[in-house]
C-alpha cells in the first residue's frame, strides 16, 4: 500500500507480477532453445501454449483502489468504478467466500449497492492486519479526516 499525500492508494505488488512475467518467458525460452536443439519447428507450437498466460497477469496489474480528494476509485482487470465521498456509507472487513481465513473490504454504497475490493483480499496472519490498515486508512478518507504517514 502507498499512502500518498492526497488520498490512499491500494496496488498489487509489482515484484509477483514480474516474477509471473519472468517465469513464463523463461519456459518459453526454453521450449523455443528445445526445438532449435532438436530441429523441429513442432516443439515452437508449445510457446503458444504458454503464453496466453500472461494475458491473467497483465489484467492482473490493473488492479487498484485509489482514494484521492472527494473521489474514491476502484479499478478492475475490466472494468473502472468511481464513487464520490459522499456515495460512500460506510467500509467493513469481511470474509472471504471461499475460505473463512480470508479478509477483504466492503464498501456499502448510499444506493444500497455491496462491493467487495478483491485486491484487499489476504489470508495470512502478517496480511490481515494490513487489511485493518488499509481499512482504517479508507474509514478516515470517508470521514475527511487527514492521511497518516503509514509505512
Not at 483502489?65 to 472527494?70: F, M, R, W
Request: with cysteine; proline share 5%; net charge positive.
Amino acid at each position: 500500500m502507498t499512502l500518498a499525500e492526497p488520498g490512499v492508494v491500494i496496488k498489487p505488488h509489482r515484484g509477483g507480477l514480474v516474477f509471473a512475467v519472468a517465469w513464463i518467458g523463461f519456459l518459453c525460452l526454453l521450449m523455443v532453445l528445445g526445438s532449435i536443439g532438436e530441429h523441429s519447428a513442432r516443439g515452437l507450437f508449445l510457446v503458444f501454449v504458454w503464453l496466453p498466460w500472461l494475458v491473467p497477469v497483465v489484467l492482473a496489474a490493473r488492479y487498484g483502489l485509489t482514494a484521492a480528494g472527494d473521489t474514491l476509485t476502484y479499478r478492475s482487470p475490466l472494468r473502472t468504478r468511481t464513487w464520490r465521498r459522499g456515495d460512500v456509507e460506510y467500509f467493513e472487513i469481511a470474509y472471504g467466500r471461499w475460505s473463512p481465513r480470508a479478509r477483504l473490504i466492503q464498501m456499502r454504497a448510499a444506493d444500497g449497492e455491496w462491493v467487495s475490493f478483491a485486491i484487499t483480499a489476504r489470508s495470512w496472519p502478517r496480511d490481515t492486519a494490513q487489511v485493518g490498515r488499509w481499512y482504517a486508512a479508507l474509514e478516515d478518507w470517508r470521514l475527511g479526516a487527514s492521511q497518516p504517514a503509514l509505512n
